[in-house]
C-alpha cells in the first residue's frame, strides 16, 4: 500500500501481537457464515447459493485467482509491488497452451511456470538491478506480456490443426478425484433442503467431488508459502527485506539476492495460476486472463498481505464468479449478504470509536439491502465488479487494520538505507 | 531549470535515443529468431510511411495519446500515479457522448454543444479521479490500487450503461451496439490532409492546448511550483506551508479533467457516438507517452507521434506476413529500456558531480604528509 508515492493520509496499523485470533474463532466465523448463508437461502429461495454445483464451479474459479494473489503476496512480502501478475499470467496461459497441446496438460503446466518465472525475472532486472520504480515496471510488463503472447500464438498456432491465431488446439484436462461413498452420501443429505445441515452437506460435496488434481497443487502451493515464509529462517529473511531492507542488511542478509528469489516465485505462481486457467478451460486464448491478475492482487490485500487471508478473498471473489455464470437469481441474494456485511462493519467500527466510518458503512448497507428489497435481480453486467467493490470497500471501510509490507514498492540501493 | 550546456543535452538524449535503438535491435533479434526477415518488416512499414493516410491516422492517434500522456504527467509529477486514466477516460466518453447525443441538444447552437459535451466529459473524468483522491487523503488507500479497482468497475459500469435499454441503442445493419449518434450540429469538423480520406481530427488544437496550459501552470505558476515541490519532497513541501492533501485531491482531480478529455477528439471527430470499439489501454499507452518524454509538453509530442506512428504502420505488418505484435513488443522494450537508461544516467550524473565536487575541494593530506 505505501506504494512509493506520497505518504499522505496513511495510518499504518500497530503490530499488536497479542490479538491474533485463535483457529477456533476462524472456524466459528466460517461457521456463523454458513449460517448466514442459509438464512438467505431460505427467505430468497436461491438454493443455487450453497449448491455442490457453485461451490465446485467457485473452486475453478478461486485457483488462478489464489494463484495471482500468491505470486503477489511473495513480491510484496520481499518488498516489490508487482501489477505484472496479470501480464506474467499471460505468459503462462500462452506456456501452458503451448506444451499442453504437445504434450499434455502437466507439460503445460511446468511450461507456464516457467514463462512465468522469465516474467518474474524481467520485473526482478528492472525493479532490483536497475531500480526502476515497480508501478512502472509491472506496466511495461503487462503492455509487453500480452502482446509478446499474441506474436507468439500467431506464430505458432495458426497452423496447428485445431489452432487459430488467438488460441491454441485443446489441452486434455488435468485428472480429478472424487471421494467414493461420501459424494453420494452427501447428494442424498443436500436434496433434503434441510436448514444448514443441507448446506453444509452441499459445500462439502463440492469440495470433495471431482477436484482437479491442479486444485489439490493449488492448496499445497498455498500451505506450503505460509510454512516457508513464516515458518522457515528464509522466510524471515525474505520478509524482512519487504519490512525494512536496511537492516535486514546490516544484519547481513543479501537483499538483492532475497529480492531475486522472490520475484521468481512471484513470476512462477502467476505463470502457474495462467496455466491453471488454460488447462481448466481446454485451451489457449487471446485476453483469456481478463483482469484476473488484478483480482488477484485485490483477494491480496483483502486477506491482509497473509496467506489464509488472500486464499479467502480468492474463494469469496472465485464464489461470486462462479454465481455470475449460474445466473441471477442466487447473485441477487448476494446484495443481502453484502449489506448485511456493512452492517457489522458497522457495528465492529462503532465499537472501536469511529463514528464516522461506522455511519458510512452503516449507509452503505442500508444503500445495499433496499436495492436488494427494490429489485427482482441484478443487471448481469454488474456481478462482475463485485470483487473490485468489495476490495475498495475493505480498503476504505477496514483500512486501519490492514498492515501492509512496510517497506513495499520503495526502492532499494545497497548501501543507502535509511 | 538545469543550464543547457551540450554535454547536458547530450546526456538527456542519451537515455530515450539508447532505449529506442535497443529495442530496435531486441526485435530484430526476436525477428530473426523466429525466421522472419527484420528487413522486410522495416521495408513493410516504410511501404505504409508513404501513404498519407497513414499519416494522418497517426496524427490522430498521437492527439488521443497526448491527452492520455498529460493526464497522467500532471500526477507523476507530484509523484501520484494515476493508474485510472483508463477508467476516467471511458465513463468521460461513454457519459459525454450520451449526453452530446441527447434529442434535447440539438436545439443548442455548435459552439456551445461542443463545449457542453467538453465540460462534461471533463467533470465525469474528475468525479472518477475524486474517488480515488478521496480514499487517498481521508483512508490513505494506495491510488495504484484504488485506480486499478476503479478501472475495473468503470469497464463493468460502461458495458451496464451501453445497452439499449440505457443510454444507447443498436446500430442499423449491425450488432455494434452506441450511443445516440451526433447529429452534425453537435460535431467537431476535420482538418484535410492532402492526399488522405481521413481528416486530422481538429480537436488536435486542443490538445496543444492543454498542453501550453500544462507548461505554463507548471512552470509559471505558484500551483504549479507547489506541485512540483511535493513531488520532490514531501517533507520539505509540508515544511513550507503546502498542504498535501489539498495537492492531491486538486490535482488527482485535474488528472481525471484531462483524462476525460482523452475520448473527445474522435468521439467528436470521426465516431460520433461511444461504442464498444473505443480502444481500451489507453491510459496504460499514456503511461507510456509520459514516460518516454519525460513529463516535458515537448518531449511527450514527439514520443506521442512515435507511438502513433508505430501503431499505424504495424497494420501493413500482418499483410506482409509478419504478427503486427511485434510492434507491441518493441514498445513494451522501450517503456522498460528508457526507464532503465534514465536511472543508468540519473547514477552517472550523480557520479560525475561528486567527482567533480571532489576536484574542486582538493586532495586532502595523508597521515605521513601530515606529520612530516
Known sequence: MSVGGLAVGLEVAPADRGKRLSPWVYALVAVAALVVLSVVRLLSGATDLTSAGTVQAALTAAVPLAMAGLAGLWAERAGVVNIGLEGMMVLGTFGAGYAGYQWGPWAGVVFGLLLGVVGGLLHAVATVTFGVDHIISGVAINLLAPGAALFLSKLYFSDAPGGGQKQSPRISDAPKVTIPGLSSLLADIEAKRWFFVSDLAGVLRGLTTEVSLLTLLAVLVIVGTAWVLWRTPFGLRLRSCGESPAAAESLGVNVYKYKYLALVASGAFAGLGGAFLAVSSGQYRDGQTGGRGFIGLAAMIFGNWRPGGLATGAGLFGYTDAMALRGSSAVHALLLLLGIALVVVAVIQYRSGHQLLSGVAAALGVLFGYWYFSTDEVPPELVGAAPYVVTLLVLGLAAQRLRPPRHAGEPYRRGQGV | ?372
Open chain 2, 1 to 372: 531549470m538545469r543550464k543547457l550546456s551540450p554535454r547536458s543535452v547530450l546526456l538527456g538524449l542519451a537515455a530515450p535515443v539508447g532505449a529506442l535503438v535497443f529495442a530496435l535491435l531486441v526485435c530484430a533479434a526476436i525477428l530473426a529468431l523466429t525466421g522472419k526477415s527484420p528487413a522486410d518488416t522495416i521495408d513493410a512499414m516504410a511501404t505504409a510511411t508513404q501513404r498519407p493516410r497513414t499519416i494522418a491516422n497517426s496524427i490522430n492517434s498521437a492527439t488521443t495519446y497526448y491527452l492520455a500522456a498529460v493526464a497522467v504527467a500532471i500526477g507523476f509529477k507530484m509523484k501520484l500515479f494515476n493508474i485510472g486514466v483508463d477508467g476516467q477516460y471511458r465513463m468521460a466518453a461513454m457519459l459525454s457522448a450520451a449526453l452530446a447525443g441527447a434529442t434535447f441538444m440539438s436545439g443548442v447552437p455548435q459552439f456551445l454543444r461542443i463545449a457542453m459535451t467538453i465540460v462534461a466529459a471533463m467533470l465525469v473524468g474528475a468525479a472518477w479521479a475524486g474517488l480515488a483522491a478521496l480514499l487517498k487523503v481521508t483512508r490513505g488507500v494506495s491510488e495504484v490500487i484504488s485506480t486499478i479497482m476503479l478501472n475495473a468497475i468503470a469497464t463493468y459500469l460502461v458495458s451496464y450503461l451501453l445497452n439499449p435499454a440505457r443510454l444507447a441503442q443498436a446500430t442499423a445493419g449491425s450488432n455494434n451496439i452506441s450511443t445516440r449518434r451526433i447529429d452534425a450540429g453537435g460535431q467537431v469538423p476535420g482538418l484535410p490532409y492532402p492526399g488522405s480520406t481521413s481528416k486530422v481530427f481538429g480537436l488536435i488544437f486542443l490538445a496543444v492546448l492543454v498542453g501550453v496550459l500544462y507548461w505554463f501552470v507548471l512552470s509559471r505558476t505558484r500551483f504549479g511550483f507547489e506541485l512540483k515541490a511535493t513531488g520532490l519532497s514531501e517533507s520539505a513541501a509540508v515544511a513550507s506551508g503546502v498542504s498535501v492533501k489539498r495537492m492531491v485531491v486538486y490535482s488527482m482531480l485535474i488528472s481525471g479533467a484531462v483524462a476525460g478529455l482523452v475520448g473527445m477528439p474522435q468521439l467528436l471527430g470521426s465516431s460520433y457516438g461511444y461504442a464498444l470499439d473505443f480502444p481500451p489501454g489507453l491510459g496504460f499507452i499514456g503511461i507510456a507517452v509520459a514516460l518516454l518524454g519525460r513529463n516535458h509538453p515537448v518531449g511527450m509530442a514527439v514520443s506521442a507521434l512515435l507511438w502513433g506512428y508505430l501503431d499505424n504502420t504495424a497494420n501493413s505488418l500482418d499483410v506482409a506476413g509478419i504478427p503486427r505484435e511485434i510492434v507491441a513488443i518493441m514498445q513494451g522494450v522501450i517503456v522498460l529500456s528508457v526507464v532503465a537508461a534514465y536511472e543508468l544516467v540519473r547514477r552517472y550524473r550523480v557520479r560525475a558531480e561528486q567527482q567533480e565536487v571532489g576536484r574542486a575541494l582538493g586532495r586532502t593530506k595523508t597521515l605521513e604528509e601530515v606529520s612530516s
